[in-house]
């Protein structure tokens, strides 16, 4: 139900732009979140935005970096990650929540669903 993409090899410093397309059941009311995990890590959080879009929450790794946003008409989620840098090399993954009330709330375990991963890899 919910499908990633937009993943990719990239030089440092450069830009990609993931996709993660929800049913419109999930979607609409629902805390779309961006984690990542990288080889021999543990996943954790990334960005998350909430149902309205009006509010944004950043990991102090990508803060300045990453913009997530969201087009309810599109039922679509997005990252924007600029200035990428080879420790941002991991499989991403969207998720989405109904039992979180505010941004600053998302975490992987209050997490109801997921996508399927999509890899980014930065070379140096």
């Known amino acids: 139900q919910l499908q990633a993409c937009g993943g990719g090899l990239v030089q440092a410093g450069g830009s990609l732009r993931l996709s993660c397309a929800a049913s419109?059941?999930?979607?609409?009311?629902?805390?779309m979140g961006w984690f990542r995990q990288a080889p021999g890590k543990e996943r954790e959080f990334v960005a998350a935005?909430?149902?309205?879009?009006?509010?944004?929450y950043y990991a102090d790794a990508v803060k300045g970096r990453f913009t997530i946003s969201r087009d309810t008409a599109k039922n679509t989620a997005y990252l924007q990650m600029n200035s990428l840098k080879p420790e941002d090399t991991a499989v991403y993954y969207c998720?989405?929540?109904?039992?979180?009330?505010?941004?600053?709330?998302?975490?992987?375990?209050?997490?109801?669903?997921w996508g399927q991963g999509t890899q980014v890899t930065v070379s140096s």
């Open positions: 935005i909430s149902w309205s879009g009006g509010s944004t």
């Open positions: 419109g059941r999930i979607f609409s009311s629902y805390i």
């Open positions: 998720a989405a929540a109904s039992r979180i009330w505010a941004v600053t709330d998302t975490r992987a375990d209050k997490m109801d669903y």
